[in-house]
């Protein structure tokens, strides 16, 4: 079982639900809790311990000097730019590479060979005996978000409930995400760009057929614009976080508030349980 903690945008509170579900339901499930959002993964900040590490890496285009005539054949093949051919030599950009391999194969000279480049790092570590977590780490400069989210999703059993924390947005880092999803909780605010966003992520959930509930985080009862998008689209508001000064500063010292609170322990355990209901799993 899968269930995807998604937000059209940074900041919305996304990584707090997704640590809140994941530590309330570890009290009666074996959860693993996945950090997609790999351009900044933030679940780690909330779980002590040393982590084990596994390097990702591409294949990237290595060129022998030796071996090149300057033939131009790999630049013109290359469509991302990421090979140059000029008159004394070929500029490489390994950080534009999409490790197609096609460079290789057309170069006449066998000049070219496949090295890795490293595109990230997967840390894996067990806060607790019933709960894991799988976070990934995009290099600086890289753009290979796809290749460590699959990365991630390598270390995911079927059998355990998942929690995956995806990347905000609807960007091919997002879909790769919730591609395989069981169900994704969208998490808002109750304001414009809170309702734009949900849109977008509302969207890419019914481009892949996923089941759908809402959390409305800062939630203040003034504007009721997502509440009438919810209404109108069927989706059901399963949780309202309001916004709290103590809530905001436990957070910000790296507590867990399911984890300090038993009323709130109760609120995201029914929050998960309401999730596996809708999935039609328990
Ligand atoms: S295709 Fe091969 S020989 Fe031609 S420029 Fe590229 S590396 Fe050099
Ligand atoms: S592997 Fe593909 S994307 Fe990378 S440099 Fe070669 S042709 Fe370009």
Same mark, same amino acid.
């Given at each position: 079982?899968?269930?995807?903690?998604?937000?059209?945008?940074?900041?919305?509170?996304?990584?707090?639900?997704?640590?809140?579900?994941?530590?309330?339901?570890?009290?009666?499930?074996?959860?693993?809790?996945?950090?997609?959002?790999?351009?900044?993964?933030?679940?780690?900040?909330?779980?002590?311990?040393?982590?084990?590490?596994?390097?990702?890496?591409?294949?990237?285009?290595?060129?022998?000097?030796?071996?090149?005539?300057?033939?131009?054949?790999?630049?013109?093949?290359?469509?991302?730019?990421?090979?140059?051919?000029?008159?004394?030599?070929?500029?490489?950009?390994?950080?534009?590479?999409?490790?197609?391999?096609?460079?290789?194969?057309?170069?006449?000279?066998?000049?070219?060979?496949?090295?890795?480049?490293?595109?990230?790092?997967?840390?894996?570590?067990?806060?607790?005996?019933?709960?894991?977590?799988?976070?990934?780490?995009?290099?600086?400069?890289?753009?290979?978000?796809?290749?460590?989210?699959?990365? !991630?999703?390598?270390?995911?059993?079927?059998? +355990? %409930?998942?929690? *995956?924390?995806?990347? =905000?947005?609807?960007?091919?880092? #997002?879909?790769?995400?919730?591609?395989?999803?069981?169900?994704?909780?969208?998490?808002?605010?109750?304001?414009?760009?809170?309702?734009?966003?949900?849109?977008?992520?509302?969207?890419?959930?019914?481009?892949?057929?996923?089941?759908?509930?809402?959390?409305?985080?800062?939630?203040?009862?003034?504007?009721?614009? !997502?509440?009438?998008?919810?209404?109108?689209? +069927? %989706?059901?508001? *399963?949780?309202?976080? =309001?916004?709290?000064?103590?809530? #905001?500063?436990?957070?910000?010292?790296?507590?867990?508030?399911?984890?300090?609170?038993?009323?709130?322990?109760?609120?995201?355990?029914?929050?998960?349980?309401?999730?596996?209901?809708?999935?039609?799993?328990?």
């Amino acid at each position: 079982m899968q269930i995807a903690i998604a937000s059209g945008k940074g900041g919305t509170g996304k990584t707090t639900v997704a640590v809140n579900l994941a530590l309330a339901l570890s009290t009666s499930h074996e959860v693993t809790l996945a950090d997609c959002d790999v351009e900044e993964p933030n679940c780690h900040l909330f779980f002590s311990g040393h982590p084990d590490e596994e390097i990702v890496t591409n294949p990237v285009p290595e060129i022998d000097t030796d071996a090149c005539t300057l033939c131009g054949t790999c630049g013109s093949f290359c469509r991302y730019g990421a090979l140059i051919v000029l008159t004394d030599r070929v500029l490489q950009y390994p950080q534009l590479c999409h490790s197609c391999g096609g460079c290789e194969i057309v170069c006449p000279t066998g000049a070219i060979s496949m090295r890795p480049e490293k595109a990230g790092v997967v840390h894996i570590s067990k806060p607790k005996p019933s709960l894991s977590l799988i976070s990934g780490t995009l290099e600086e400069g890289s753009i290979h978000t796809t290749t460590v989210i699959k990365a !991630v999703r390598r270390h995911l059993l079927r059998e +355990n %409930l998942v929690l *995956l924390d995806a990347p =905000p947005g609807s960007s091919c880092a #997002a879909m790769e995400t919730l591609k395989d999803c069981d169900f994704c909780l969208m998490v808002t605010e109750p304001t414009p760009f809170g309702l734009h966003d949900l849109t977008l992520i509302h969207e890419v959930t019914e481009i892949f057929n996923i089941p759908t509930a809402v959390v409305i985080n800062r939630s203040d009862e003034k504007n009721n614009d !997502v509440d009438m998008y919810c209404t109108a689209h +069927n %989706l059901p508001v *399963l949780m309202r976080i =309001p916004f709290d000064r103590t809530i #905001a500063l436990m957070q910000g010292s790296g507590e867990i508030i399911s984890g300090q609170d038993p009323v709130w322990r109760e609120r995201f355990v029914r929050l998960g349980l309401q999730c596996l209901a809708l999935t039609g799993a328990r």
